[in-house]
């Protein structure tokens, strides 16, 4: 009986990692109510997607929350939607501060400038595979999830800068309610070793993002509105 629930909990092998297919359209459009860890309410967020040129992605991600506004800007390239370029800028009552990323194979260039206004540059070493960690939750949509499904890809964060190894696995399918409506979604979780975010996707097309909860701040981010774009 130990040895049958024992293979049980085995977590399925991961696959190797295939970017599908951009479900989204041009101009789309996600807005999301934000809650902390006491489930108090602490803000908003939104994404919007937009597409450059036939290769080219454009990411935008902005959150409100706490009397701080932060925004990341990514760009991606396809196939893989591997970036190319990154922008953070962060907002509060003491000032702004901003992290620019360069990517280019192997290496990362940031260029970082605090909030006295200083300027600092930083060459790190990444695989060339990486994705950049504030782009993951839409990537996500693009996988071929199903129960059981898992794959690993590599992370990087250039604020810290940090870079992990990232497991991505479906745990389980479950029928959803936001703000926007209830959904049919698939629960993923994407481990870190020290931190784990879940995410919950849509299972019909163009597979939306949800829900999500953040692995390091434990807020939680519903889905309030969806624009499909065009």
Known sequence: MLLLWLAGCTQPDPQPLIVGETPW????RSTFRVTDLN?????????????????????????????????VVVDMRLPG??????????????????????????V?????????DITTYERVNIPS?????????????????????????????PVVPLLDRVTISV??????????GSFDAWKVRLDTGDSRTDAWIGVAPPYPLVK??????????????FQPGR
């Open 171 to 180: 745990t389980d399918r479950e029928e959803v309610q936001v703000p926007a």
């Open 25 to 28: 359209q041009d101009g789309e």
């Open 108 to 116: 990362a260039d940031l260029e970082l400038t605090n909030k006295l």
């Open 39 to 71: 489930g108090n309410y602490a803000g908003t967020a939104r994404f919007d997607l937009a597409r450059l040129d036939d290769q080219t992605w454009n990411l935008r991600r902005e959150i409100s929350a706490q009397g701080a506004q932060e925004i």
């Open 81 to 106: 939607l591997r970036p190319t370029t990154a922008t953070l800028v962060r907002i509060d009552d003491s000032g702004a501060e901003q992290v620019r990323t360069t990517y280019n194979g192997s």
């Open 129 to 157: 595979d990486v994705r950049d960690q504030r782009s993951l939750l839409m990537l996500l949509r693009t996988l071929p999830l199903a129960q059981g499904y898992a794959t690993r890809l590599n992370s990087f964060l």
């Open 212 to 225: 999500f909860v953040d692995g390091r701040t434990q807020g939680t981010f519903e889905l309030t509105e």
